[in-house]
């Protein structure tokens, strides 16, 4: 039998680990490295950039409250779609991870359905429900609760809708990975020794069931922050997150340099965020939920 | 790249004695070497990069009823009469579809549908223009001489692309909301009238917004003296709008959804909506914008291909088809063509072929403007 001790071969592992290596270096590593030399490069009035190390773009960058106050603003949209996908998601897993329905793989595939239909499609729908000629005001109006339609779209509102629309499934599958693995014995111990069921829920269940509501969370405030297509699509003239900035900098006007700082900061701040989320529940929690 | 003209350069060199028999062969086989080093691995990826081979052109456009029309009127005859394929791209600006340009390999886009004289400028000044052999396009000669003009001012006499519509934008109002009294009164102010708030849209591109806000503001777009007054009418308008729409599907929703009562919008697009029966008004406001398309030839491309492909869209019965399609002008010059009665109706069709009615940017000065607005642009557009 071929020995596992890694003393006599030292390299098996590298040499097992190389393809996810090799992928890592090449999609990730090399490609962040480009961003942040382009970063410290210059961009002239005819679009060119000028080779080189300068601080220019970082100072900007770093210096203007401008760019604060959309990160700012970023953070509120993200931090608000994840409260809102906690409180809200937290009941469909409670509910699928308790039931006792025999078909309950149904269920958690109907939370993947709205995968199957593209991201900007499933945002653009909102058009159609939410729009002055969308289902809601048609709704109200042939109750004869409105009697014009009400102006609903094109706010920092519907940008988060739109984005719990998103995430909501993110969520529900984390939260349910965990509540599926507390032991049910634990509630009926707390049930034996009088607590009500609420009491159980508080004091056993929603504890337990912490590290899968911080995985959640984790996942749909680093996606809600990098978000691009939702303030576009669902936002007013002023609802613009950060990474509006980067496409604007970087399309708009051919300032890949200082899109390139734009990203990197953006790219800080959520890794910053993965790194503390990590130290303190580890990111075993987050592989569970993807099986 | 015309490898096969290489070759038989080669050929000739061989068979005129200067080059002899060891060296001709040598010559052959580091081609050969190369082609099939570099031709198999990449050509397959090429292929799926959609890039350009000599049988084929890759062509990109602002998609909608223009692409369509393209496609159409224009692709799919000269693919059955030529047997080179169109493949058919789509962007939704000018500056976004720079950004795919300037991060590609020469070759990989071939012609691309642009916006006026200002695009014509920033592409040659980040050197991807060309030089377009006009013995190739004698229909060329049927097309408005002002419109080529102002191309070969730019690239020394040479042409890169050629005009192929033009048309202008000016405002579009739901006359269920807005009269007709109303629009001309108002003129380009009323984009930012109190009386509309939340009604009223615009399109989020910075050169347009500032057109419109040197009007506001009873300025020459082409010389604005108070900057600051266009930056002010910009915020105003900004705080009183419902959206700034990105594209033109998005421009026609708005306003078949009544979302908004009045924006600035594509002179071809409004026409669009009214063919459709909505009831939209459509106002070219005194100073309004006006500006041409062209379809210009990116360095890198399969010149003699791309050549065949701009001489044919220029037969007068596929411009006029095209025309008729898209709802925009075509470039050809009225007095030199017969054009029909359906192009003659188009909104800003000028019978004279002159163009002397519709203002255009100044290419000189909004290029020298360009990095400082357009940043500046981007802060206003954000609240600032």
């Known amino acids: ?291 | 790249m015309d490898d096969t003209k290489r070759y038989e350069r080669l050929l000739e060199r061989y068979r005129n004695g200067d080059l002899s028999r060891r060296t001709f062969l040598g010559l052959i086989g580091a081609a050969g070497t190369v082609a099939g080093v570099t031709g198999g691995p990449f050509a397959a990826l090429r292929r799926h990069a959609q890039a350009a081979t000599p049988e084929q052109v890759r062509f990109d456009g602002w998609g909608g009823v223009v692409s369509e029309a393209f496609r159409e009127y224009a692709f799919e005859p000269y693919t059955k009469k030529t047997g080179i394929d169109v493949v058919d791209g789509t962007f939704g600006g000018a500056d976004e579809y720079l950004a795919r340009v300037k991060a590609s390999q020469p070759g990989e886009f071939n012609i691309a549908h642009l916006s006026g004289v200002f695009d014509y400028v920033r592409y040659h000044n980040l050197e991807l223009s060309t030089e377009l052999n006009e013995d190739n396009i004698p229909n060329l000669k049927n097309v408005i001489t002002a419109l080529t003009d102002v191309f070969r001012n730019v690239t020394d006499g040479t042409l890169s692309a050629v005009p192929y519509d033009y048309g202008t934008t000016s405002l579009a109002y739901n006359r269920k909301y807005i009269s007709d009294e109303e629009i001309k009164e108002k003129g380009a102010k009323i984009l930012i009238d109190p009386a509309y708030e939340g009604k009223i849209g615009g399109w989020g591109e910075w050169k347009t917004r500032i057109w419109y806000g040197a009007l506001q503001t009873d300025q020459d777009p082409n010389g604005i003296e108070d900057m600051d007054a266009v930056w002010d009418a910009i915020r105003t308008h900004r705080d009183l709008a419902l959206k700034y729409w990105g594209s033109g599907a998005e421009l026609m929703s708005l306003l078949a959804e009544e979302e908004i009562y009045v924006t600035e919008g594509w002179s071809g697009r409004i026409k669009a909506l009214q063919d459709e029966g909505h009831d939209l008004g459509y106002y070219d406001p005194p100073g309004g914008l006006g500006w041409q398309e062209c379809l210009f030839v990116l360095k890198g491309s399969p010149m003699a291909a791309c050549e065949e492909l701009l001489n044919f869209m220029l037969e007068p019965e596929v411009a006029i088809a095209v025309a008729e399609g898209q709802n925009y002008p075509p470039a050809l010059d009225p007095t030199k063509v017969e054009l029909s009665e359906k192009v003659k109706k188009l909104p800003a069709f000028d019978p004279t072929g002159t163009l002397s009615g519709l203002n255009f940017f100044d290419p000189p000065y909004w290029n020298s403007n360009e990095a400082e607005w357009s940043k500046t642009f981007g802060r206003v557009q954000k609240g600032y």
């Open chain 1, 1 to 291: 039998m071929a020995s596992l001790d890694p003393q006599e071969k030292p390299l098996r592992p590298w040499a097992l680990l190389s393809p996810a290596l090799t992928a890592i270096l090449l999609l990730l590593v090399i490609p962040v490295c480009f961003i942040a030399v382009y970063s410290f490069w210059l961009r002239t009035a005819t679009g060119a950039d000028i080779a080189g190390f300068h601080l220019d773009n970082w100072a900007e960058v770093l210096g203007d409250a401008f760019y604060r106050d959309i990160l700012g603003f970023t953070i509120w949209i993200a931090f608000a779609t994840t409260v809102i996908c906690a409180l809200v998601g937290y009941i469909p897993a409670y509910f699928i991870a308790m039931t006792q329905f025999r078909h309950k793989a149904y269920l958690l595939l109907l939370l993947m359905l709205p995968f199957w239909i593209s991201y900007i499609i499933r945002t653009m729908s909102w058009i159609n429900i939410l729009g002055t000629s969308g289902v809601v005001n048609v709704g109200l109006q042939w109750l004869g609760l409105t009697d014009e339609p009400i102006q609903m779209l094109y706010n920092q509102w519907t940008v988060i809708i739109g984005l719990v629309h998103f995430l909501l499934p993110f969520m529900i599958l984390n939260v349910y990975v965990s509540l599926y693995a507390i032991d049910r014995n634990l509630i009926d111990a707390a049930r034996s020794l009088g607590s009500t069921p609420w009491q159980a829920f508080t004091e056993v269940t929603l504890p337990l069931s912490l590290p899968g509501l911080a995985a959640g969370s984790l996942l749909c405030f680093v996606l809600a922050a990098g978000t691009y297509i939702t303030p576009l699509v669902l936002g007013g003239p002023t609802d613009a997150m950060f990474a509006n900035l980067v496409f604007d900098a970087i399309i708009t006007q051919l300032n890949w340099p200082l899109g390139s700082a734009l990203s990197l900061v953006l790219l800080a701040l959520l890794g910053v965020l993965v790194a503390v989320y990590n130290r303190f529940a580890g990111m075993g929690q987050i592989a569970k939920s993807f099986g």
